[in-house]
């Protein structure tokens, strides 16, 4: 961490002064539908190194192209294991060189929450598309801007909310939609895990550490998918039980969603503890999943007795290819920049009512 720190000072500066003909040149390519997009990982920790990069190896509409890393020995390992070219390998410091290679058409920003705007604003202004770690950014200013930014280079910006792929919970977003259990009354969301490590990014706040930020988005954006509309206003309480490591950000956050209509949610994310449950109630019946968000797959049922455990190979790989075919479709994307955003302006409010003790009402 303290390498990638090193390399992740620089500021927006040398992405705005981008020529405008690099800009041009590239993001207004028309992409023949057959040809494999190039995908830059950008971070190389877990995530990139356990689960993108393997999945990148089964999808068929995109490719591990490139990376960027501010690790040398990272860079030379990931150079032999996938037989990246070196002229598609970057750092930190060249990052915004990227807009001058044409075998690059995505990078995937996988690096700690404080730093998703200032890189999906640069690989926008390089022209490339991108895609973006949940959560988006820190603040709703910040996811803004990220969204300006994709718009202003006529790029695509896409969440990896890899859970809007997966096929039980498209089948409950479509619950939402039709009602066949009728109006909803109530829904809980849970999603955490016991936390081991005591010097990771998660538990800095200037990275963009705590529960909320990091699982806090899994039970926020499965209460909005699930009620198929926006809450109306939010009720927090944080706790610690691990003071010595959780000194600067919460370790648990429990919080309570109101929505129109009177339907209202309970959720809850931790790094204190394993949950991974969605229970949402209708008035005529019900369904719940667990585990809801489990990358080795989703189980669940509903209250007629239908089965909600359909298995697909691998939820990294669907979720890229779905948003790769979106950007050579000109289609928009499942996860957009624009939900990425209604979740940040929730969580922001979330902090809020932690802090002033009391319901803050969304607008």
Same mark, same amino acid.
């Given at each position: 961490?303290?390498?990638?720190?090193?390399?992740?000072?620089?500021?927006?500066?040398? /992405?705005?002064?981008?020529?405008?003909?690099?800009?041009?040149?590239?993001a207004?390519?028309?992409?023949?539908?057959?040809?494999?997009l190039?995908?830059a990982?950008v971070?190389?920790?877990?995530?990139?190194?356990?689960?993108l990069? !393997?999945?990148?190896?089964l999808?068929?509409h995109c490719?591990?192209?490139?990376?960027?890393?501010?690790?040398?020995?990272?860079a030379?390992?990931?150079k032999?294991?996938?037989?990246? !070219?070196?002229?598609n390998?970057?750092?930190? #410091? #060249?990052?915004?060189?990227?807009a #001058?290679?044409?075998?690059?058409?995505?990078?995937?920003?996988?690096?700690?929450?404080s730093m998703?705007?200032?890189?999906?604003?640069k690989?926008?202004?390089?022209?490339?598309?991108?895609w973006? *770690?949940?959560?988006?950014? &820190?603040?709703? /200013?910040?996811?803004?801007?990220?969204?300006?930014?994709?718009?202003?280079?006529?790029?695509?910006?896409?969440?990896?909310?890899?859970?809007?792929? *997966?096929? #039980?919970?498209?089948k409950?977003?479509?619950?939402?939609?039709?009602?066949?259990?009728?109006?909803?009354?109530?829904?809980?969301?849970?999603?955490?895990?016991?936390?081991?490590?005591?010097?990771?990014?998660?538990?800095?706040?200037?990275?963009?550490?705590?529960?909320?930020?990091?699982?806090?988005?899994?039970?926020?954006?499965?209460?909005?998918?699930s009620?198929? &509309?926006?809450p109306?206003?939010?009720?927090?309480?944080?706790?610690?039980?691990?003071? =010595?490591i959780y000194h600067?950000v919460e370790?648990?956050? =429990?919080?309570?969603?109101?929505?129109?209509?009177?339907?209202?949610?309970?959720? =809850?994310?931790s790094?204190a503890?394993?949950?991974?449950?969605?229970?949402?109630?209708?008035?005529?019946?019900?369904?719940?999943?667990?585990?809801?968000?489990?990358y080795?797959?989703?189980?669940? *049922?509903?209250?007629?007795?239908i089965?909600?455990?359909?298995?697909i190979?691998?939820?990294?790989?669907?979720?890229?290819?779905?948003?790769?075919?979106?950007?050579?479709?000109?289609?928009? !994307?499942?996860?957009?920049?624009?939900?990425?955003?209604?979740?940040?302006?929730?969580v *922001?409010?979330?902090?809020?009512?932690?802090? =002033?003790?009391?319901?803050?009402a969304?607008?």
């Amino acid at each position: 961490m303290i390498k990638r720190r090193q390399f992740l000072k620089g500021t927006l500066v040398g /992405a705005a002064g981008l020529a405008v003909s690099s800009q041009d040149a590239l993001a207004n390519i028309i992409i023949p539908q057959n040809r494999k997009l190039g995908v830059a990982l950008v971070g190389l920790g877990y995530y990139s190194t356990d689960l993108l990069a !393997p999945a990148l190896q089964l999808t068929e509409h995109c490719y591990l192209a490139g990376i960027v890393t501010g690790t040398p020995s990272k860079a030379e390992k990931w150079k032999q294991q996938y037989n990246i !070219p070196d002229k598609n390998i970057y750092n930190y #410091n #060249n990052f915004s060189s990227l807009a #001058n290679n044409p075998a690059i058409d995505i990078v995937y920003i996988v690096l700690p929450p404080s730093m998703h705007a200032e890189y999906s604003i640069k690989g926008a202004a390089a022209g490339k598309h991108v895609w973006c *770690e949940k959560p988006m950014a &820190m603040t709703a /200013a910040e996811c803004q801007s990220m969204i300006d930014a994709a718009k202003r280079n006529k790029v695509q910006l896409t969440i990896g909310y890899r859970m809007h792929h *997966e096929p #039980n919970t498209q089948k409950i977003m479509r619950f939402a939609k039709e009602l066949p259990y009728g109006k909803l009354q109530n829904l809980s969301a849970a999603a955490g895990y016991r936390e081991s490590r005591t010097t990771h990014w998660k538990q800095t706040k200037a990275l963009g550490g705590g529960a909320m930020y990091d699982m806090g988005v899994y039970p926020l954006n499965a209460a909005r998918y699930s009620a198929g &509309m926006e809450p109306v206003a939010v009720t927090a309480r944080a706790s610690v039980t691990r003071p =010595e490591i959780y000194h600067e950000v919460e370790e648990t956050m =429990e919080f309570d969603l109101e929505f129109p209509g009177g339907a209202t949610a309970k959720c =809850e994310t931790s790094f204190a503890k394993g949950m991974n449950d969605l229970q949402v109630n209708f008035k005529n019946g019900w369904y719940k999943l667990s585990p809801f968000q489990a990358y080795s797959g989703i189980n669940g *049922e509903t209250s007629d007795g239908i089965r909600l455990n359909e298995r697909i190979p691998n939820q990294q790989a669907k979720q890229m290819d779905d948003d790769s075919i979106a950007i050579t479709k000109k289609a928009k !994307p499942l996860a957009p920049g624009e939900d990425g955003l209604k979740d940040i302006r929730i969580v *922001e409010a979330i902090y809020r009512s932690v802090k =002033e003790k009391k319901r803050i009402a969304l607008t």
